[in-house]
């Protein structure tokens, strides 16, 4: 069956880095899209960013530029590096996969802080 576990949640202050992992099991990972998402206390859960097959990443324009998305087909996981992060990038970070249907991972917290 279809796993994504995430991880690397932290606090931080702002300006600081953080990367987060996300581990897939069940699925021939290379040959899906892989997305992040967040969800922020009292809003709706929103598109961080997405790397494709051949390594193609979109980002929300909130944080292009500052946040990366890559991939590990060797080791099945997916990352999102964040760097200056700000106070409203607290959120729960949460794995995405379409395989046949939408698969979340259970989320890791980020939380920043001044």
């Known amino acids: 069956q279809v796993q994504l576990v995430e991880s690397g949640g932290d606090l931080v202050q702002p300006g600081g880095s953080l990367k987060l992992s996300c581990a897939a099991s069940?699925?021939?990972?290379?040959?899906?899209?892989m997305t992040w998402y967040r969800q922020a206390p009292g809003k709706e859960r929103e598109l961080v960013a997405t790397?494709?097959?051949?390594?193609?990443?979109t980002y929300a324009d909130s944080v292009k530029g500052r946040f990366t998305i890559s991939r590990d087909n060797a080791k099945n996981t997916v990352y999102l590096q964040m760097n200056s992060l700000k106070t409203e990038d607290t959120a729960v970070y949460y794995c995405?996969?379409?395989?046949?249907?939408?698969?979340w991972g259970q989320g890791t917290q980020v939380t920043v802080f001044s």
């Open positions: 069940g699925f021939t990972f290379s040959s899906y899209a």
């Open positions: 790397i494709t097959t051949t390594g193609r990443s």
């Open positions: 995405r996969a379409y395989v046949g249907r939408i698969y």
